[in-house]
């Protein structure tokens, strides 16, 4: 039942935060303070859950004794340390493998029925979808760019985080959707759908179509020629057409051509001269962050070995304002150098691993992995995802969902 009111608390968890940012002058937020005092209380239970098996807890430990190292080796090596700041994003990483530590212990001990977390994933994307349009209509909603671009982001303070948070809660609705298939699961599925629209992020509008698109896939795979007996499938098209003919009216086609048009205003003619037909689309998707990526690239070929085997910890070598790249694989390298990075990616190969080959053979899976894969190569590109609890939280959530052969998870 702890699992269970942990699914529904989170969306609340959420709102309060971004009510709390926008409006209450606070340091520590709702979700600050409610995650990192989870950590407190995980961390102990992952240490006993793992008992009896050795490999996973040395992994376990080399984990945390990489983020406290880099941290230690940080502290000495900066000038200035910004200490909250730094203490923030190592209670984030911190986070990170909690979380991967905590679904490798759930997929050897489920801790909740699959029915009860079904019902309470289906509230918690009630919350978010209901939540995120009464925003909207009481036009309390905060805008998803704090410049000139379209879009909302509901009562959540961040938009790139909620994009995340929406492709894998409509990923877990869809497969509970496909199992028990109910009005109200429906209802959710078309709010979520609605909200990933209205985000106005590419993320969100590209991470639901593929989502539609693969259960579309996944259908045609298991029903065949009797695709059409299936009442869900009448739905899922109407879902699939309501959502793609609404492209040319959302509002992330509308910011691209806004920037189409503010490029051809600056540069007009000299486009080509300049050489932006080639730029602009990597700049597009990246958003100028490969500028932050040199500087910080800079800051490590100068740094001394022991700082390049165990990283520049937060930020780099900042002076006055601290700039993260946002690009999560980019900041864990950066960040914990070369030792820390494969330290800390052994728990996510590792559990990618095992979810996939215990669960991709059965096709009403692939929606969910999709989603994951999806979120993976967001933190590659975009960011927030890897270091960011909220999101993370969301990913344990939805992983607890894959179906996976009765088979132990291999041993290590």
């Not at 795979?221 to 009797?226: D, I, L």
């Not at 959302?250 to 205003?265: D, K, L």
């Not at 929606?367 to 990913?395: E, K």
């Amino acid at each position: 039942m702890l699992f269970v009111g942990f699914i529904v608390s989170q969306p609340v968890i959420d709102i309060g935060t971004g009510l709390a940012t926008r409006y209450v002058n606070s340091v520590v937020t709702p979700g600050a303070f409610i995650r990192t005092l989870l950590l407190f209380l995980i961390v102990p239970y992952i240490w006993n859950q793992l008992a009896s098996r050795p490999v996973i807890r040395f992994l376990l430990v080399s984990a945390i004794g990489t983020i406290v190292l880099t941290a230690l080796i940080s502290f000495v090596s900066k000038d200035p340390f910004l200490f909250t700041q730094e203490a923030v994003f190592y209670m984030k990483v911190l986070y990170y493998i909690a979380s991967l530590f905590f679904i490798i212990v759930y997929m050897r001990n489920n801790l909740a029925s699959r029915i009860d977390v079904s019902e309470a994933i289906v509230i918690m994307g009630f919350f978010i979808g209901g939540s995120y349009f009464l925003a909207l209509l009481t036009k309390t909603s905060f805008p998803s760019y704090p410049y000139g671009e379209i879009g909302f982001s509901g009562w959540f303070f961040s938009a790139n985080e909620l994009s995340v948070i929406v492709i894998v809660s409509f990923a877990s609705v869809l497969l509970i959707a496909r199992e028990e298939p109910r009005i109200f699961t429906f209802a959710v599925l078309f709010l979520l759908a609605g909200t990933g629209v209205l985000i106005g992020t590419k993320t969100a509008y590209i991470g639901i179509a593929v989502l539609l698109g693969v259960t579309l896939i996944e259908f045609v795979w298991t029903y065949k020629f009797k695709i059409f007996r299936q009442k869900q499938t009448l739905i899922y098209i109407v879902l699939a057409l309501l959502f793609f003919s609404i492209f040319p009216f959302a509002p992330m086609t509308t910011n691209r051509v806004q920037h189409i048009e503010q490029a051809n205003q600056q540069y007009g003619p000299h486009i080509e001269q300049l050489g932006m037909s080639e730029a602009a689309p990597m700049d597009n998707i990246l958003s100028s962050r490969q500028e932050y990526v040199k500087k910080i690239a800079a800051d490590f070929a100068h740094a001394p070995t022991l700082r390049k085997l165990f990283g520049l910890g937060y930020a780099g070598d900042y002076q006055q304002h601290p700039k993260m790249i946002e690009m999560d694989f980019f900041e864990l390298f950066f960040s914990f150098g070369w030792m820390g990075t494969i330290v800390l990616l052994i728990p996510l190969v590792y559990v990618g691993r095992t979810m996939l080959t215990r669960s991709i053979r059965r096709p009403k899976n692939w929606v969910l992995l999709t989603a994951l894969g999806l979120s993976l190569a967001i933190a590659a590109i975009a960011g927030h995802v890897l270091f960011a609890p909220s999101v993370m939280s969301y990913i344990v959530i939805s992983v607890s969902l894959l179906e996976m052969r009765k088979k132990r998870v291999p041993r290590m």
